[in-house]
């Protein structure tokens, strides 16, 4: 299992996810524990490339994102539908 880095949250910190959503760890100093935060209306930047933490080896890696290929657009628009309609 991986630890992806989403980004970086105000205060500097790594921002990750999981199945909750968004958060970061933070120190809590009276009971001297760290915890998860979970950010609310928090959102990633979107990026092509992203940083994994790969557990097993314990080193980040750079991973670059697919771009899909753009589809061709199929459907008529109402002018020349329109356009054609006429000229029958």
Do not use: A, C
């Amino acid at each position: 299992m991986s630890l992806e880095e989403f980004g970086s949250y105000k205060d500097g910190s790594s921002v990750y996810k999981d199945k909750n959503g968004y958060y970061i760890y933070q120190w809590n100093p009276v009971k001297n524990v760290e915890y998860k935060k979970y950010l609310k209306n928090w959102k990633p930047i979107k990026s092509h490339t992203r940083l994994i933490l790969d557990k097993k080896t314990k080193k980040w890696k750079i991973v670059k994102s697919k771009i899909p290929k753009k589809l061709k657009k199929t459907k008529k628009t109402k002018k020349t539908r329109k356009k054609q309609i006429k000229k029958n």
